[in-house]
């Protein structure tokens, strides 16, 4: 239900991820409830989508919730979904401002209908074929799902006719992966864990990868920043002796 991936070759550093580790300790450490801590980190991603426009960064992709996360209360999933809907509703006509393209993926389904019908219009609504940003929202997604949900796909395409064994290759598969862009060079963790956490585990296969010790709320543009100076100053060879 995304939009169609953009070409993102051009520069040196394209496609930043994050992983916004550590909403509910931050909360537990303020004596705050847990969704108040996630209300704080929205917040936070505002700052970082701004920084990214002024950075002229490609697209940013944001680990919202993974499929694992559903295994969480009651009481806080149903306080994200009420904190998607509000986001929604509130940082749309900003986005479209400034010209962001907004881009869910993940099993958007179980959301619900009311969460579907806010994600399909806030696409819509901020579709551009010239973004200064394509912010893609990771909602109910997980890693190792879509590479076999890709590998069925591909299977299916096989089956029918429709491709041949040698038409399938690295490329292809991350078009057809249900990820907007299918080569990630930053990866960015808050909260001090160091894993991936079954984040973009085929398009971060080269990606450079930060581990930060703050706390999602506590993280600032000024980290963000400093990441982006950090990466510039690392010497890609992708297997290569340079």
Not at 29 to 34: D, P, T
Not at 52 to 67: E, G
Not at 197 to 208: G, K, R, T
């Amino acid at each position: 239900m995304g939009h169609p991936k953009i070409n993102t070759e051009s520069t040196l550093l394209n496609n930043v991820a994050i992983i916004m580790d550590g909403n509910g300790r931050w909360a537990k450490a303020n004596k705050l409830k847990i969704t108040q801590g996630h209300e704080r980190g929205v917040r936070v991603v505002k700052e970082i989508v701004q920084e990214c426009v002024i950075q002229k960064i490609t697209s940013l992709t944001i680990y919202a919730f993974s499929s694992e996360n559903w295994s969480r209360p009651e009481s806080e999933i149903n306080g994200i979904k009420k904190l998607i809907v509000k986001a929604i509703s509130d940082q749309v006509p900003e986005l479209i401002e400034k010209r962001v393209l907004l881009n869910f993926f993940g099993d958007i389904e179980s959301f619900g209908a009311n969460i579907i019908k806010r994600i399909s219009d806030a696409q819509n609504n901020t579709y551009t074929k010239d973004p200064s940003l394509q912010l893609n929202v990771a909602l109910g997604y997980g890693g190792r799902s879509d590479i076999v949900n890709t590998t069925k796909f591909l299977a299916q395409e096989f089956k029918q006719g429709n491709i041949s064994l040698d038409n399938i290759n690295e490329d292809l598969f991350g078009k057809v992966s249900e990820v907007p862009n299918d080569k990630i060079d930053l990866v960015i963790r808050t909260g001090g864990d160091k894993r991936l956490s079954n984040f973009l585990l085929f398009q971060a296969a080269y990606a450079e990868i930060m581990f930060i010790d703050k706390l999602w709320p506590d993280f600032t543009k000024e980290d963000f920043i400093a990441c982006l100076e950090s990466f510039k100053k690392v010497e890609r060879r992708f297997g290569k002796r340079i």
